[in-house]
């Protein structure tokens, strides 16, 4: 009998215009009752700095973070922020920030 093989479905997402690759979204409900989409990026995937808006300091090339943006928002209003931050959102309030 051979060794059982674990095979990868493809996930539901969105395909990266630019890699072609899927990227997967989950929908949280916020504290305020406001429901986001969440996607997760790991520390491969991130080749750009961003700047959190829930601490306002950059994001690193290579550290996994987290993109959110509020479903029934536009796509464009999708904010990079680090992991820590987006789930400690309810307890801190937002940094305003003049970078992107």
Known sequence: MSPRRNRRTSAPGTADPESGR???E???DGPDGEQWYVRHIPGTAATK????????QEIGVGLPHVVAWQVDGPVD?????????????GRRSPRLSRHR
């Open 77 to 89: 209003a999708r904010r990079h922020w680090h992991t820590g931050c987006w789930r400690a959102r």
């Open 49 to 56: 700095v961003y700047r959190c808006p829930g601490c306002d």
């Open 22 to 24: 899927r990227k997967v």
């Open 26 to 28: 989950a929908i949280e």
